[in-house]
């Protein structure tokens, strides 16, 4: 059995008792968090406009104002990152957690190193990662400075300052590569190929975080039939195959000897024709308007 994370709203006092989601055991909330950022993690890379070889590196997961709880809950657990706005006001929507400065995005790192995605988020992270260690990469210190030219990336130098020219050159190519990088990632991205050591892994806990990132529930409103739908973006088709075998490989275990083999053929059928592509990802609220 697994836990949701997610606090349930009818239990106003639940940060008052034990709180059942601390049950959950780390390995497990990671699992949790990988497939929940599968659906609603973004990583930035930004450019410090008064500075252009200073770039700043954030992952940030946005909800509804409704699910600042969730937030503060892996915020809290982490301990990294905040969650803003820091004073939630009537007119406030969104909530987010946002990771940012040097440490906790290197803790950050850390845990996504051993939790692989199973979405193209993957290649977005490895980009980020990758940028972010060619610009935190320690850069030759000149021995002298000068207030002559400067060079293509901004960089002062003088007109016989080899140290200070080849300073520059080394931050700009730094510069140009991870500009290079961030035009790799989220809507930017045109190629979708995971590396051939690269995984699908199914587990309980990742698909509750994707379920509670991009699941809806519904009923149809013309047969009064109850739906469910994992709605994402087409190059994610791999994965949305990955999670109808997964449940499919479910169902044996949990019928009777006496289930008509007929209507499990038929349901397996329906599984995969129901596998469709969507010009975008499903959005957080629900079929009725409401957040999930």
Known sequence: MISSIIPIKALSNYSKEIDKRDLVKNKDFYEWLRGFTDGEGNFYISRDKRKASVFKFSFRIELHRNDRPLLEYIQNRLKIGKVYPLELKDTTRKSSWEVYNKKDVENLIKIFDLNDFNTTKQLDFLAWREAYFIHTLPSPIPSRTGHGARGPCGIGVTESGTEMEDLNLSICNKTKEILRLKQTMNSNRISFFQSEHHKI?????????????????WVSKNNLIQCFEIGLTLSQKPVIEAISNYLLSLIPSKISPEYNLMNLN???????????????????????GGNK
């Open 201 to 217: 892994k199914i587990t309980p806990y990742w698909l509750l975080g994707l379920i509670e990132g991009e699941g809806s529930f």
């Open 266 to 288: 038929e349901l397996k059928t329906l599984m995969h024709l129901n596998i469709k592509p969507l010009p975008c990802p499903v959005p957080r609220t629900g079929r009725d």
